[in-house]
């Protein structure tokens, strides 16, 4: 039986589909989201937020375990309450998650708690038409799939469809997650107790980011990373010297390794792994590390299983939807995020790299004011922030210089680089935080900026005046004659981008 008829449906509520959904709303549009769990999606539930309260508290624990001396605090019997530090942070979770379904009541948008099934796309006259089924997620702290039910309760139609389903974790053919020993993030930051020994497939982001969790509580961490560095899409200097301070630290790391077989029948878990070179592993030298507990952190995939009826033919393309969003391609102007059923969008994660929540948001904005008629300033790609949030934090915004060398730039002749350490740096010294850099790439002769990294405190802070830099085209001279306030991390960007051009004061 028909239901009822909305301007725009959006089908999942995380960053990319609440934010759009108000966005549309705000336009005049009647509204509704179809979301089949929590609002917030993935990045407010089980991702980027309560993942950056667990790396709170790891950092204060730091702080407080190995360097209470240095801060003159004196401790008779320091210990960890895990149960609360988890609690904290899915309470930060919770919260969030509530202020969003206020905005959705304040911006009159329905919010629709079901299992969505496109059957129809806008054609021959006729709106689009969603089925929604009720379901059950069960536990949506581990990747146990929904139980959906036989029949739609209902049908609504509307004009136009966002999707905005965000992503799953991948797992390996050989180690599918079983909500036990062999982890994705979300049983990762959910675990009842600490383990005491834990291997790390994959030193992306997530990778990291619980690597440094559970290595600052005292847990054994070994990491896997199949490429030649941990964080291999961040600039090589980075890369190298947050690797070379977690090895101090204790953390054993595994780079240009592969993972072949995760043995989990046992107690805990033995991870075969071998050397990885010329895109193969070397078998003959293969060896079995062991540990309580594996987290898989190979990167996602576009979730939108079930959301299509088989009879729309919708493309795809490596495990992400199609839409005429082409990556690294400069046209960018009439991007409207189209699928490639007519009346049908997507934006986010579902569509592709860049995984992150800031770029989703920012699609789903543009994409429903091109619905609504209206010509968005499109989004530059190449202006995209990227963080890790582990301890000291990584941020980048631009390009890397191996990024430049592949494409023909020469240092000295096409651009040059302005490098400058923390541990000189008065605010970072009185804070105790001297570990990392900053590095900003200049181009020549102009000088504008192509890159931009930083290692140290703050960082995920400190990148957006780079990313605003870039997005204006500002050159290291404006940098340079921007007065910064003193003392504060900011400086540290000022004397990049002065030693960039052979004028470094404090170095």
Known sequence: MAGKHFDLIVIGGGPAGYVGAIRAAQLGMKVACVERSHLGGVCLNWGCIPTKALLANAELYEKAHEQSDLW????DNLRVNWDKVVGRSRGVAEKLRGGIGFLFKKNKIEHLVAHAKITRGRSGGQPCAIELY?????????????????????????????????????????????????????????????????????????????????STFGCKVTVVEMLDRILPVE??????????????????????????????SGKGVKVTVAPFKDGKADETKAETLEADKVLIAIGVKGRYDGLFDDSLGLETVRDHIRTDYVPNSPDVQTLSYQTSIPGIYAVGDVI???WLAHVASEEAIICVERIAGHDPIPMDYSVIPGCTYCHPQ???????????????????????????????HGKAIAAHQQAGFVKILRGLPRGEILGAHILGDQATELISEMTLARRLEATTEELIVTVHAHPTMHEGLHEAALASEGKLIHG
């Open 72 to 75: 003159g605090l004196e401790f």
């Open 134 to 214: 009720d379901c059950d997620v069960k536990d949506t702290l581990t990747h146990a799939p929904a139980s959906i039910a036989d029949k739609p309760r209902e049908t609504v139609t509307c004009d136009n469809i966002l999707v905005a389903t965000g992503s799953v974790a991948r797992d390996l053919p050989f180690a599918r997650f079983d909500g036990d020993k062999v982890m994705g993030a979300r049983e990762a930051m959910n675990q009842p107790e600490m383990p005491e020994s834990l291997i790390v497939i994959g030193a992306g982001a997530i990778g990291i980011e619980f690597a440094y969790f559970y």
């Open 235 to 264: 600039d090589h200097e980075v890369s190298d010297a947050l690797g070379k301070l977690y090895k101090k630290h204790g953390m054993n790391i595994r780079t240009s390794t592969t993972t072949t077989n995760v043995d989990a």
């Open 352 to 354: 592709g790299p860049p």
């Open 394 to 424: 990584v941020a980048s915004v631009g390009f890397t210089e191996q990024a430049l060398n592949e494409r023909g730039l020469k240092k000295g002749e096409d651009y040059e680089i302005g490098k400058y350490p923390w541990q000189s």
